[in-house]
């Protein structure tokens, strides 16, 4: 039942599945008009259309998820639409709020002239009432050996090689996070125009999941998070519409886990918007 891929329309594929079965949710839906040249992005007549439609996955996605489950979700405010803010506003009236990190890409991404140049992406976390599993030892971040040369120093340590273990651990990961998204030259490409950085989902998955746990992602796209599901040894459920993006997504879990999943996309179109 699991470690495949679904081509389909995540909410009802979602419905179809067992409630709270999920530990994690990892969502990267479409952003609303940010890739003008993908029907996948630009197809709700309007902003409310849209948000009306990412209440209703929210909805199919906290049904399956356990309780004290994570759903993260993606959302960027590159260009002049404020829907992210809306968003955020209107899926924490109706679910619980956990956290909000910020993800530096690094380097910006839009070409405005009467601002600052957007460069971080947003990604809201939101938990299902219950008690949270989260494992922040799993994603410390290793501190430089010249910072911890100058650490181990302090004479305020009475026992230096405690203070040196404790240093060599590394520090715990603030909620901001500096990744650099993808260029057209990276080796991880594989020619969706959305495709997230795999080290930005394995901290998700490594933080916020144990091995064994159900990991889903209702916008698969490229297949990231099943890359990342599968070489930490969750399960893993991805659901994608597209078909051209079902095929490159089952080709990458396979040249980079050796996952095969053979299920061949089903031939009814997925509806994208008129559904919504
Ligand atoms: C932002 S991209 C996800 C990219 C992905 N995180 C990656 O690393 O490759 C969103 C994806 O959602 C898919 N999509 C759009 N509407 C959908 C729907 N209703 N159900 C399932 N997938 C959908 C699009 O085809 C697109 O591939």
Redesign the pocket.
């Known amino acids: 039942m699991f470690n495949r891929i679904i081509c389909?329309?995540?909410?009802p594929?979602m419905n179809n599945l067992p409630a709270e079965s999920a530990r994690l949710i990892?969502a990267?839906?479409?952003?609303y008009n940010v890739?003008t040249k993908?029907d996948?992005?630009t197809s709700w007549p309007s902003e409310q259309e849209y948000l009306t439609?990412t209440l209703q996955?929210m909805s199919a996605a906290m049904r399956v998820l356990m309780p004290g489950g994570l759903l993260y979700c993606?959302g960027q405010l590159g260009k002049r639409e404020h829907v992210m803010l809306h968003l955020m506003s209107q899926s924490t009236s109706n679910w619980q709020f956990h956290d909000l990190i910020i993800w530096d890409r690094a380097v910006g991404y839009s070409n405005r002239y009467d601002s600052f140049t957007p460069a971080y992406e947003m990604i809201l976390v939101l938990r299902k009432d219950g008690d949270v599993r989260f494992n922040k030892d799993a994603v410390r971040e290793p501190y430089k050996q010249s910072t911890i040369a100058q650490y181990v120093k302090d004479k305020r340590y009475k026992n230096p090689d405690a203070r040196l273990q404790h240093l060599q651990k590394g520090k715990y990961a603030t909620n901001l996070w500096r990744i650099p998204s993808l260029k057209g030259a990276s080796k991880q490409k594989?020619g969706?125009?959305?495709?997230?950085p795999l080290a930005l989902?394995e901290r998700i998955v490594l933080s916020s999941s144990e091995a064994g746990d159900l990991v889903i992602?209702?916008?698969?796209?490229?297949?990231?998070?099943a890359v990342v599901a599968e070489k930490l040894n969750r399960q893993w459920l991805g659901?994608?519409?597209?078909p051209a993006?079902v095929t490159m997504?089952r080709d990458r879990i396979q040249k980079e886990t050796n996952r095969q999943t053979h299920e061949p996309p089903r031939s009814r179109k997925?509806?994208?918007s008129s559904s919504?």
């Open positions: 389909g329309d995540c909410i594929e990892v990267d839906p479409p952003y890739l993908e996948w992005d439609w996955w993606f594989v969706h125009p959305s495709q997230k989902i992602d209702p916008f698969l796209g490229s297949g990231t998070t659901i994608e519409a597209l993006y997504a997925p509806r994208l919504r």
